[in-house]
């Protein structure tokens, strides 16, 4: 069975770091590119970051210079550092990767971590 299982979510004050991490298992003969999305309670599910296989990256605007996303292929685990953390980057953070599971490709998810930041 495909999985993926996040960590890393918490509480921290405004200005303050959080790492988070999502790790792929199961019988996957891919990982294609992979993204961090955030959803905020009353808002739409919205896409933070995109890293794809060759380690291309791109960015949310509100994002951009704060966080890093990164990947190690080795163990199917893409990562969001999370710095200079504001208030309104409270959300619950999801995972979502494109894997190729033989016969054919699809995206899963993550179930999701909890990120709170405190003013």
């Known amino acids: 069975q495909v999985q993926l299982v996040e960590s890393g979510g918490g509480l921290v004050q405004a200005g303050g770091s959080l790492r988070l991490a999502c790790a792929a298992s199961g019988s996957i003969f891919r990982v294609n590119d992979m993204y961090w999305y955030r959803q905020a309670p009353g808002k739409q599910r919205e896409l933070v970051a995109t890293?794809?296989?060759?380690?291309?990256?791109s960015y949310a605007d509100s994002v951009k210079g704060r966080f890093t996303i990164s990947r190690d292929n080795a163990k199917n685990t893409v990562y969001l550092e999370m710095n200079s953390l504001k208030p309104e980057d409270t959300a619950v953070y999801y995972c979502?990767?494109?894997?190729?599971?033989?016969?054919?490709?699809?995206?899963?998810w993550g179930q999701g971590t909890q990120v709170t930041v405190s003013s």
């Open positions: 890293i794809n296989s060759g380690g291309s990256t």
């Open positions: 979502k990767a494109l894997l190729t599971v033989l016969p054919g490709r699809r995206d899963y």
